[in-house]
């Protein structure tokens, strides 16, 4: 009878470390922290009473004992993942679930689009799609809560373990009603900024600092009246009952403004440019319905990219 004691992390944990020999690649694979690898191998060194590792040089190896179990284990992984994948076939029938992480450039410019004509492809899969600040996107990604991020290229140091295919650039804009004092007068806009409130990306947003940078070099100082936000939807509300300036990636807007809601301030902003493309963890290959949909995304970012440069 199987020690009731013996989890499918034992094994798992257990198999990654003998694959990798070395306990800290093992936690970063597995996503886990050093401390929990060995406290989870010491869980399953004292159910079966051995020692299943051992020193070598400054590294580890298999025990005698080690090496025994993991022809047990790597079977019983293997005989798991083939029984996944069985179910996973027959219930492909249903299609394969898709997950995906957009910012909210993306969700309103792209995705509806690619929507329509991914569901006539008539793959059966569901699909998630959720937004939010690129900072809490790519963690979900990197955890696994999500198998694509569609959205701006972060900084170097956040895209450690994740691939990046570049679609488009897109230049962030000055944004406000139609009719706003700003667009009536050959104002000085950024000696003005500080007459009206100004809406702005978050911190932890992936324009965040694009968007002080730009500030700064034109010499604009702290703004008195500065809203925080990542909602497009708040902005489009405050904006229709208040002369508030809204700073936002031109995607967001791009609708807004093609029918009149909204207009743009006439300021050069092709500094703010930055690319927007598809973020994976670099360890994992799309499935079928996400490879689709992933030739829909490029699809449709270059059709949009074409209409934007053609009306340009």
Known sequence: MIDSRIKF??????????????????????????????????????????????????????SRYGE??????????????????????????????????????????????????????????????????????????????????????????????????????????????????????????????HEFPVLTPTRNSVIGPVVDQFLLAHGVTPLPTQIETVSDAFGRAFLRISDAIWIISEGVVAADIADGTLATLPLETADTSGPVGLTMRADTQPSLPLSLLMQTIRETARYQTSIRASSD
Not at 13 to 34: D, W
Not at 118 to 124: H, N, P, Q, R, V
């Open 68 to 193: 025994i179990f993991l022809k047990h284990a790597g079977a019983t992984m293997t005989a798991l993942r083939q029984a996944v994948d069985s179910v996973s076939q027959d219930a492909a029938k249903s299609g394969i679930p898709v997950r995906i992480g957009a910012l909210p450039t993306v969700s309103v410019s792209i995705m509806p689009q690619v929507m329509l004509s991914f569901l006539k492809e008539d793959t059966g899969s569901t699909v998630k799609i959720v937004t939010g600040e690129n900072a809490v996107l790519l963690e979900q990604l990197r955890v696994g809560d999500l198998d694509l991020v569609v959205g701006r290229l972060a900084a170097p140091e956040k895209m450690i373990g994740f691939s990046f295919e570049h679609l488009y650039s897109e230049r962030v804009r000055f944004v406000v009603r139609a009719g706003h004092p700003l667009l009536k007068e050959n104002a000085a806009v950024f000696e003005r900024l």
């Open 9 to 62: 992390r034992h094994l798992q944990t257990f198999v990654e470390i003998a694959r990798q020999k070395s306990v800290m690649r093992a936690a970063a694979i597995l996503h886990v922290s050093q401390p929990a690898v060995t406290k989870t191998i010491r869980e399953l060194e004292e159910v079966l009473g051995v020692s299943l590792f051992e020193r070598d040089g400054r590294g580890i190896k298999l």
